[in-house]
């Protein structure tokens, strides 16, 4: 497609499920990143994938965050036993090389109610 | 670990007015520093990519500067648009690392 692509837009949950959120990236977009966007907060860095690896992790705050890329396309990030801090816009951004040219996606809003 | 920051918060300017926006950050060992627009409700629009040899880039009616030494940006805006009403986050990318890190954005208001 023209842009990044996220979905669902906005996703209502019960605290403890488990959700999964969607990133479609540009096509040859190599690098693949997905931030956190808390009320309030600057965007938090969760994880970068170059292709379909994920050389940095770092960011992901606790284990019941995760996430995969699949065919260096599509990824899942997913958080499971969600809590209300868990509440946020995730973004996802993809690039043609590392470090320039970001497209970032309109973000999945995500309460956790 | 690099911290970003942005002044004001927020900041709001009748039409037509030049404005200035300020980003500093911690560490000076950046690969480059990149200023975005976010609507609400939007993703991030890139508006400047400022490499960390370059000085300055321009697009349009804006100007980015760059003093790394300083750890200093300043986004200037000119001749402000009601359209240019969003919030304005600036972001390092540091040496070494591939991920942006972003401060907390000025909401700009600009009053027709």
């Known amino acids: 497609g023209a842009g990044v692509s996220q979905s669902p837009s906005n996703k209502v949950t019960e605290k403890g499920k488990d959700v999964e959120l969607r990133c479609d990236p540009i096509?040859?977009?190599?690098?693949l990143y997905w931030y956190r966007q808390s009320l309030g907060q600057g965007l938090e860095f969760l994880i970068y994938?170059?292709?379909?690896?994920?050389?940095?992790k770092s960011g992901l705050p606790s284990d019941r965050f995760s996430a995969e890329r699949t065919g260096g396309s599509v990824s899942t990030l997913t958080i499971q036993r969600t809590q209300q801090e868990d509440s946020a816009v995730y973004l996802c951004?993809?690039?043609?090389?590392?470090?320039?040219?970001?497209?970032f996606g309109s973000g999945t809003r995500l309460t956790v109610v | 670990k690099q911290e970003v920051t942005q002044i004001p918060a927020a900041l709001s300017v009748p039409e037509g007015e030049n404005l200035v926006l300020n980003c500093s950050f911690t560490d000076s060992a950046i690969y480059n520093l990149q200023w975005f627009r976010q609507d609400p409700g939007k993703g991030l629009t890139s508006l400047l990519l400022?490499?960390?040899?370059?000085r300055e880039q321009t697009s349009g009616r804006l100007n980015a500067s760059l003093d790394k030494s300083s750890g200093r940006s300043t986004l200037y805006i000119a001749a402000s648009q009601p359209g240019d009403s969003a919030t304005y986050l600036c972001?390092?990318?540091?040496?070494?690392?591939?991920?942006?890190?972003f401060g907390t954005g000025t909401r700009l208001t600009v009053i027709p």
């Open positions: 994938f170059q292709g379909n690896s994920a050389p940095d």
């Open positions: 951004a993809s690039s043609f090389s590392d470090r320039v040219g970001y497209t």
């Open positions: 096509s040859g977009h190599t690098a």
């Open positions: 972001a390092v990318v540091q040496t070494g690392a591939n991920n942006l890190f």
């Open positions: 400022i490499q960390s040899s370059q």
